[in-house]
């Protein structure tokens, strides 16, 4: 029986041994062997395949060439996020505007109708300053940058560039000791936090996958992106000086670069801490480049994402606008119900440079990220005395008169960035990992580094009186 | 004495052979045509079903050539076999343990360069490799020439052009099974050479490695490799294997020694 146990022993004892061959070496030695088989049988087949047509294929290396280059690569990948979110901000103002003159035009004849038949103030106030004025709001804040970001995001998709994203990526995940497929899972979270977490499965090791998990809601999703796109534009661009819609787009890419900053950040935390291990590699497939297709493009970012959101949107925004009105107009003696809550999360929500209306906003949204900025409008309009409005110009004033400065607008931002995942994201988490310990972890770390960051960000700004 | 073990480990893997069949294995990169090479094949002889304790598929198919019966096992499609996958370790297990008289790697014609990659891993670990590339009607489209000759002596096994979709090639392919199976000729497979470093590092760990006297089970240089990439889900694998094999080989003896007392 000895001669068995030995049979074991020196073999683990060879693997401890080659410990020092790997930690001489540079790069992982895993690593190295994977390129130095590819640089072999790159010479086999440059040996023994002859190309008749040349011009189409080195027509793609070529452009990989740049856009995987280690100089160029994250260069190009910035400046094409950027772009997209200039196009979108720069491109949505003007319908904007145009669909709130329509919708609040009607708001009028609607209110006109509910006076010729007699209704009672309060069926008015809950259905047309509760329901319908949120619903226009939410069209007209939400409709146009998602009805022209989602098509840029989709060409971008089709043309083949994500999978290059990702293997640009690739690198700074084993940085953090994760695995390069979660860059893929990361893009995912871009369209939908609780799809991205569903898309973990496409991460073999637990390890990895948890970490995936945990992280996923640190990219801005479908429900998020507007709410910070609505803020940019109408606090940082509602004019249409072409310099306001470039800084729009600039403060959106950086939010954009925290959040992913941070998934890095706590990746490696997580993998340094309670999921201690080395990252896997894997072998990532760069599909040809093609041309998208028009149609698919269109059917696809309009039908699939963009009413697809905008459909949540309403559903939730409709019982949750007339929820937010009633709570305006009831009073608990000299305070609405809705001042009453602000009231009370106003002083933790100002030490994080928010107030208490966009505190309550985000706890609300719970639901659906989606409803964040009409609750938000919502609150301010049905409180204050700023209830004619006629674009979304005037928007900015009614924050303005709300107190808000370019920190709070920030923080805002900031603050829709990382803070807690909403219920359905939650939901997967638990379905995904099967834990609840798990999934408190997955709502509590964002919660955590979202009041961190807000606080440390308002009170470094407080201190030099910058706001 | 030699077949027990392999037999044992086929088992494992849940292939049943009957009386004198030669167990094929079927590798491949995912869309390179594997399934169609392995439907073409077996036709209608087929077993599927999981492997064992796995949430992969696993099929089985038989076929004969010259009065021989052959079971092909198919094994899940992969881009390399450095296991981080289930999918690449099930592959991986097979071939290194399972003992398959011979082992066809499919590769797609039209991007030669990534499927080698896994050729030139299956032919670390085993000689008994066949190479089917396959897909040789879409590189004709393509306007790609492969120098099929030049390719045989770049990797020193039987390269067979097939387009499984139109049967063409798929003779030559069950005459090379054959050839490599059942008359036990032995190709000689090139070996892939690393940088400098890798092969220095290999160099240091091979006498340890030789003298683990696990030759027979596992390639001595693909284990050295192992060892040093840090994979430890196989090399305690084939720790596991040792032992049983050592286990089998002792119940051999006490019962060679029962029948001479």
Redesign the interface.
């Given at each position: 029986m000895t001669t068995l146990n030995n049979k074991m022993d020196p073999l683990m004892k060879i693997h401890s041994e080659t410990e020092h061959i790997r930690l001489a070496s540079g790069t992982p030695i895993a690593d190295r062997v994977v390129s130095d088989i590819f640089s072999y049988t790159e010479k086999i087949v440059q040996k023994v395949v002859i190309r008749e047509v040349s011009g189409q294929k080195s027509w793609k290396d070529k452009i990989d060439q740049i856009v995987i280059s280690r100089v160029f690569g994250y260069p190009l990948m910035l400046l094409l996020l950027g772009a997209v979110f200039w196009i979108t901000i720069a491109g949505a103002n003007i319908p904007s505007q145009m669909i709130a003159a329509v919708l609040f035009a009607f708001q009028d004849i609607l209110t006109h109708w509910f006076e010729v038949v007699q209704a009672p103030a309060w069926l008015h106030g809950v259905l047309v300053l509760g329901m319908y004025r949120t619903l226009a709001w939410v069209i007209a804040v939400m409709l146009p940058p998602m009805a022209i970001f989602f098509p840029l995001f989709t060409i971008l998709e089709d043309l083949g560039y994500l999978p290059r994203v990702a293997f640009n990526l690739d690198n700074m995940f084993k940085k953090a000791k994760a695995c390069g497929k979660q860059c893929l899972t990361m893009c995912m979270g871009f369209g939908c936090n609780a799809a991205g977490v569903v898309s973990t499965r496409i991460i073999d090791s637990p390890r990895e996958r948890l970490i995936a998990i945990l992280t996923n809601n640190f990219v801005p999703c479908n429900g998020r992106f507007p709410t910070l796109i609505a803020i940019a534009s109408i606090f940082m661009a509602s004019s249409l000086v072409f310099s306001q819609s470039l800084q729009a787009a600039g403060i959106i890419t950086l939010i954009v670069l925290l959040g992913v900053a941070v998934t890095f950040v706590v990746s490696w935390i997580l993998s340094s801490t309670i999921l201690k291990g080395e990252p896997s590699s894997f072998v990532l497939e760069l599909p040809p480049y093609r041309k998208p297709k028009f149609g698919a493009v269109l059917y696809r970012s309009i039908i699939d994402r963009t009413l697809f959101v905008l459909r949540r949107a309403i559903v939730i925004a409709a019982p949750a606008g007339a929820i937010t009105w009633i709570m305006a107009n009831v009073y608990i003696g000299d305070l609405s119900v809705i001042a009453y809550i602000a009231g009370a999360l106003n002083p933790l929500a100002k030490a994080i440079g928010l107030d208490g209306f966009i505190l309550m906003a985000f706890i609300l949204g719970l639901p659906a990220n989606e409803i964040v900025v009409p609750i938000l409008l919502m609150s301010y309009l049905a409180t204050g005395q700023l209830t004619e409005f006629g674009s979304l110009l005037e928007l900015k004033e009614i924050l303005i008169a709300n107190g808000w400065t370019w920190l709070t607008a920030f923080n805002t931002m900031l603050f829709a960035l990382l803070h807690w995942p909403c219920a359905t994201t939650l939901l997967s988490m638990y379905k995904e990992t099967g834990s609840k310990k798990w999934t408190f972890v997955g709502f509590i770390i964002p919660t955590v580094i979202a009041f961190a960051v807000c606080f440390i960000v308002a009170q470094t700004v407080y201190f030099f009186g910058l706001a | 004495m030699l077949q027990a073990p392999g037999r044992i480990m086929r088992e494992h893997f849940g292939i049943k052979t009957s009386g004198e069949q030669y167990v094929i294995a079927l590798a491949g990169n995912p869309n390179v045509g594997k399934s169609t090479v392995f439907n073409t094949l077996t036709g209608l002889h087929q077993h599927t079903g999981n492997w064992p304790g796995k949430t992969v598929d696993n099929a089985q198919g038989k076929y004969s050539y010259k009065d021989k019966s052959f079971l092909l096992v198919d094994l899940p499609g992969t881009?390399?076999l450095?296991a981080?996958?289930?999918e690449e370790e099930i592959a991986r297990d097979f071939i290194c343990f399972g003992q398959p008289d011979a082992t066809i790697v499919v590769l797609d014609a039209t991007s030669?360069?990534?499927n080698?990659?896994l050729?030139?891993?299956v032919m670390e670990i085993t000689s008994n490799v066949i190479i089917c590339v396959n897909l040789i009607d879409e590189a004709r489209k393509?306007?790609?020439?492969?120098?099929?000759k030049?390719?045989e002596k770049?990797?020193g096994v039987p390269i067979i052009p097939t387009a499984a979709r139109n049967g063409e090639g798929l003779k030559e392919l069950q005459k090379a099974v054959y050839t490599m199976a059942v008359e036990k000729v032995i190709a000689s497979p090139k070996q892939?050479?690393?940088?400098e470093?890798?092969e220095k590092?290999i160099k240091?760990?091979m006498p340890?490695?030789e003298?683990?006297g696990l030759a027979r089970i596992v390639n001595p240089k693909w284990l050295a490799?192992r060892?040093?990439?840090?994979?430890?889900s196989f090399?305690k694998t084939?720790?596991r294997y040792?032992?049983t094999q050592?286990?089998q080989m002792v119940a051999h003896k006490e019962q060679g020694r029962e029948f001479t007392l």
């Open positions: - | 881009y390399s450095l981080h996958t289930v030669l360069e990534r080698l990659n050729a030139m891993q393509k306007k790609l020439k492969i120098d099929f030049e390719l770049e990797l892939v050479v690393y940088s470093e890798v590092a240091i760990l340890k490695v003298a683990l490799l060892l040093l990439d840090s994979d430890v090399i084939i720790s040792a032992t050592t286990q």
